[in-house]
């Protein structure tokens, strides 16, 4: 009987904790459940969506050009084949490229570029309330609040090349060109340049509340704040600031330094 019962706790947790492999190519069948590249997804979403938590979804090489913005709202990993040399989320200069919307999502690998949002949260990636972006390359897209990526409340964006975004509301209002942090979220270890904002935080701006560790910001512009505007309860730690176009840094209410 201790044996069944030993048999059966195990049992319940390996099904409790089951990991799946999707996949998506621009050559699959486009077969649920998309379990091999054989009948993989051939757009994105799709793969999410038919996706649980804990699942893997891999992206193959090659250029995804969407028509509305991904959606991840599950604790699932989104990760390319080969890196973010070879596979790229585009927003086609027409939609967001990313929301992120949970605290175990994870996106890694892709370069994510030309997402346009003039009206709201993050061009490239929204990250409203927990999510991870790591080891992508995020250029030339647009948004009024981080042009490359927003994080609202919580969030991480780690090991990442920022570049070329842009804050622009297309009116004169501009909130952190490579990233904005709202009330919350990290920017650990990423490389931050040749970012633009129209008003504040060139490189990355914090509005309520944020930290920035281990960055490297350089050769952005702003006209309050070129590489970085920290605003009530943030932090900077252990981070190169230099060659900005305008101050290196603004410091406003009790944001740190």
């Known amino acids: 009987m201790q044996f069944k019962c030993i048999f059966f706790t195990m049992f319940l947790a390996t099904s409790l904790f089951a990991q799946n492999t999707l996949y998506v190519s621009s050559g699959g069948s486009n077969t649920p459940p998309y379990s091999s590249w054989a009948t993989a997804a051939t757009t994105i979403q799709p793969a999410i969506n038919a996706s649980a938590t804990n699942d893997i979804i891999i992206v193959d090489d090659g250029t ?93 964006v780690e090991n990442c090349v920022i570049r070329d975004n842009r804050a622009d509301n297309n009116s004169g209002s501009g909130y ?16 931050v340049y040749d970012n633009v904002s129209v008003q504040y935080g060139g490189g990355i701006n914090i509005w309520n509340a944020g930290l920035i560790q281990n960055c490297t910001i350089v050769f952005n512009t702003a006209p ?18 230099y060659y900005n176009a305008g101050s290196n840094w603004q410091v406003s209410g009790s944001g740190q330094i």
Do not use: W
């Not at 949002?117 to 897209?141: E, Q």
């Open 176 to 191: 952190g060109g490579g990233v904005r942090m709202l009330s919350g979220g990290i920017t650990r270890g990423c490389l």
């Open 224 to 241: 309050d704040g070129a590489g970085v505007r920290c605003r009530s309860a943030s932090v900077m730690e252990n981070s190169i600031v």
């Open 64 to 156: 995804f050009t969407l028509t509305t913005k991904v959606s991840i709202t599950k604790g699932v990993t989104l990760k390319s084949r080969n890196g973010y040399l070879n596979t790229t989320i585009s927003g086609n200069n027409a939609v967001q490229c990313l929301y992120i919307n949970h605290a175990s999502a994870i996106v890694e690998g892709f370069t994510i570029t030309n997402g346009y949002n003039p009206g709201g949260f993050g061009g490239g990636a929204n990250i409203v309330t927990g999510g991870t972006i790591r080891n992508c390359l995020i250029r030339n897209n647009q948004a009024r609040d981080g042009g490359g990526v927003a994080i609202d409340n919580s969030g991480l």
